[in-house]
């Protein structure tokens, strides 16, 4: 009887082995499905982080423009964008290496892309701020928000962040 395996241990071990397998490959496909909701979350918090900073933030000098900027920021009051901010802003994205600087001053890391357009409700775009190259395949979170302009009216700051 020496070196004789019992057959309810080979069925033992077996059905063992198949539920350590079972488990495991659960496992793996929760943590992948958890890590792509992690990244969307810091996605959408990463667009509404960058809606904050731009509309609820004078900048930095208070009256910047596009050649003194050191932090960018639209806002003139509650919920009000100053007029001649966006057109510094729209300034400083159509200049040479506007995007990068954009992306440098609003403090996102460069693994993130992000597009950032300002506009009358009626679609006039007033001022957009763009990689070159727009990504259709990779991950976009957008954030919407409305704000009012002296001379513009009722804007709308449309934020997508591409990671």
């Known amino acids: 009887m020496k070196g004789q395996v019992n ?10 082995l198949s539920v350590m397998s079972f488990i495991t490959i ?3 496909n929760g943590v992948s499905v958890l890590r792509r909701e992690l990244s969307v979350e810091d ?11 731009i509309a609820f933030d004078e900048g930095y000098p ?4 596009a050649g003194n900027v050191l932090r960018i920021g639209l806002s003139s009051g509650f919920y009000s964008l100053d007029d001649g901010k966006i057109n510094s802003l729209k300034e400083l994205c159509e200049s040479e290496n506007g995007y990068k600087k ?5 403090g996102l890391e460069f693994s993130k892309d992000v597009y950032l357009n300002i ?3 009626s679609g ?4 957009i701020c763009s990689p070159k190259v727009e990504s259709r395949v990779r991950n976009i979170v957008q954030a919407d928000r409305t704000f009012f302009s002296g001379g ?6 449309n934020i997508k962040v591409i990671l």
């Open 43 to 53: 996605m959408k918090s990463s667009a509404f982080q960058v809606s904050n900073v």
């Open 7 to 16: 057959f309810e241990f080979i069925i033992s071990v077996m059905v063992f």
């Open 62 to 65: 208070e009256n910047w423009n």
């Open 152 to 157: 513009y009216g009722i804007v709308k700051l």
């Open 26 to 28: 659960q496992i793996i």
């Open 119 to 121: 506009s009358k409700l």
């Open 102 to 106: 954009f992306v440098s001053l609003i």
């Open 124 to 127: 006039e775009t007033l001022a």
